[in-house]
């Protein structure tokens, strides 16, 4: 009798750990490290979710959402607390919290969404579409050239543009590197003026302002978190900024060729459905760019300027 009532009790410890593990591979916990707080990265951010809900079901998904308030420090240690926990996928929203995820786990599938360029971003030389290994995602590049043509149709009389970008945002070097090429075969000069960090931005924003006809300004996460200190400087001189997304524009900007952010989180939300499901394999997962340009202007600005606005470009709403 003994031996019968010890049988049960393991066939129902064994049963009990077979329910466990099968509620546990029911529902997926998602670690989401965003760089800091603004539009375009927020509304990557609700386009990613959006698609894995609905996607997987709203029930069966987890979201864990830490913003590093513009802190790539914050991303070291928001991503190493996911691999801690034990997540089933991060969504690395910006290049450091790319790259702060990269270095804590190299078992865990990682998405990247608001990432320019993934070569530069990883430091993989001859890079073409595919990470490898547990790292995939979407990218925001606009195309550079487009971007240098749209300033020579606004500002075709102009000068010198000045190319204003956080130097410790790897993808916003590479932008103005790139895009400085296309403006000199445009027959403008062109002088960069990186700052460090926020605290530098009214400084060097300033200065850029006093040699420069035109600001150019990237998708850099830093100066779409001080829009503000950028026009305040920049309106009164009477100096339109071109801005590589519509966040930025719509803060300080005159016009733009931008992406959605939102269809670029959806586009990534897509991707992770794909992982968790066992549909796609990450290590052999292109990583995406975006399939549509918009050219907008603001309004506002526009017309304190008294800047003639082109045709084909639409007000920033």
């Known amino acids: 009798m003994k031996k019968v009532i010890a049988l049960i009790c393991t066939l129902v410890l064994a049963l009990s750990l077979v329910a466990c593990g099968t509620g546990s591979s029911d529902g997926y916990t998602i670690g989401i490290c965003q760089l800091v707080t603004h539009d375009a990265l927020d509304a990557a951010t609700q ?10 079901g709203e029930e069966n998904v987890v979201f864990d959402l830490q913003n590093a308030a513009g802190d790539s420090n914050t991303c070291s240690t ?38 320019t360029e993934y070569g530069v971003a990883l430091q993989i030389e001859n890079f073409i579409d595919t ?16 971007q ?3 300033i020579k149709e606004w500002c075709p009389d102009a000068k010198t543009v000045g ?3 956080c130097s410790a945002e790897a993808n916003s070097q590479y932008q103005v590197d790139t895009v400085q090429g296309y403006l000199e075969g445009l027959g403008y000069t062109c002088t960069q003026y990186p700052f460090t960090d926020s605290n530098d931005v009214a400084a060097v924003t300033q200065t850029a302002v006093d040699n420069s ?31 590589g997304e519509e966040g930025i524009c719509a803060g300080c900007g005159v016009a733009t060729l931008s992406i959605s952010y939102y269809d670029l989180g959806v586009t990534t939300g897509k991707m992770a459905a794909k992982i968790l499901s066992g549909e796609a394999d990450i290590s052999t997962m292109a990583v995406q760019y975006a399939a549509n340009f918009t050219k907008k202007y603001n309004e506002t600005i526009c017309t304190e300027l008294g800047i003639a606005v082109p045709d084909g470009y639409t007000a920033i709403g």
């Open 163 to 165: 190319l204003l970008y």
């Open 78 to 115: 928001i991503a190493n607390g996911f691999v801690a926990s034990g997540v089933d996928l991060i969504l690395a929203n910006a290049t450091p919290a790319l790259q702060a995820a990269q270095a804590a786990t190299a078992d865990i599938p990682i998405l990247g969404t608001s990432v």
């Open 213 to 243: 006809d035109v600001i150019y300004v990237p998708t850099d996460n830093t100066v779409a978190s001080n829009t503000g200190i950028v026009d305040g400087i920049c309106r009164p001189a009477g100096v339109p900024v071109f801005a």
């Open 131 to 146: 990470v490898g290994g547990n790292i995939s995602g979407t990218s925001d590049l606009a195309p550079l050239d487009e």
């Open 47 to 56: 386009g990613f979710m959006d698609a894995v809900t609905e996607a997987l």
């Open 148 to 150: 240098a043509a749209m």
